[in-house]
């Protein structure tokens, strides 16, 4: 069965360090999410992707964040400067149409902050 | 906006036994999408079932079904024959019908399967 594919699986970095998180979503599909979840708390919307570039993006997605789709495979969550808040477990997502279907998450990232 | 419920915290339920887990929502829109996924240890996020709003019928997949009720905004899911590895967290989780594709969940139910 097609899987999302995220790297690294865990991260630990110093506070106001730039992480950059890695996705290959499936391969056909088109549309391209990330959540993050902190610990012991409910998963959170970040960003979507489309077309290549943001199509809804939270509040929580404010300057510190960004995300690409450097090559036809990859999809990047790139956190500039690290807050010890930032630590979470960041999922990316993947789906083949807009709406109504659910997504096919990867396994997620633990980033750490220290 | 949207808001998810999960008023279960906690629920834990013996091997082969029937459970359910409770799950309101908010909305102002007619057409959306309700869905269950499943949290085990591993952390991964793995899709159980999914509801479309305008269907009436419940959604089943194997051992899960689900009890959509549009007009009290409940959806809940039934899992029957309980096993094992069952034993996670389930998040309900909602999204629009509209030009947003974005989940929104709830805060989940730990859910203990027992021998």
């Known amino acids: 069965e097609p899987e999302v594919t995220q790297t690294p699986s865990h991260q630990v970095t110093q506070m106001g360090q730039e992480v950059i998180l890695r996705c290959v979503p499936i391969s056909n599909h088109l549309y391209f999410y990330w959540y993050r979840q902190i610990l012991g708390q409910k998963v959170e919307f970040l960003v979507s992707f489309y077309n290549n570039e943001i199509s809804e993006k939270s509040e929580i997605f404010d300057d510190q964040f960004s995300v690409e789709r450097p090559d036809g495979s990859n999809f990047t969550l790139k956190i500039r400067s690290t807050k010890l808040e930032d630590s979470a477990m960041y999922f990316c997502?993947?789906?083949?149409?807009?709406?109504?279907?659910?997504?096919?998450f990867g396994s997620g990232t633990r980033l750490t902050v220290v | 906006a949207q808001t998810v419920t999960q008023s279960q915290p906690e629920m834990s339920v013996q091997e082969a036994e029937t459970v359910t887990l409770s799950c309101t929502y908010d909305t102002s829109e007619n057409n959306y999408y309700l869905f269950w996924y499943k949290q085990p240890p591993s952390r991964q996020m793995i899709l159980v079932i999914r509801q479309e709003a305008y269907k009436q019928q419940n959604a089943t997949e194997n051992r899960f079904s689900v009890n959509f009720q549009k007009a009290a905004k409940s959806f809940s899911l039934k899992i029957s024959d309980s096993q094992l590895g069952d034993t996670a967290m389930y998040f309900c989780?909602?999204?629009?019908?509209?030009?947003?594709?974005?989940?929104?969940f709830g805060t989940g139910t730990r859910l203990q399967v027992t021998l």
């Open positions: 997502a993947s789906s083949e149409a807009r709406t109504g279907y659910g997504y096919t």
């Open positions: 989780a909602f999204m629009g019908g509209g030009t947003a594709s974005k989940l929104t």
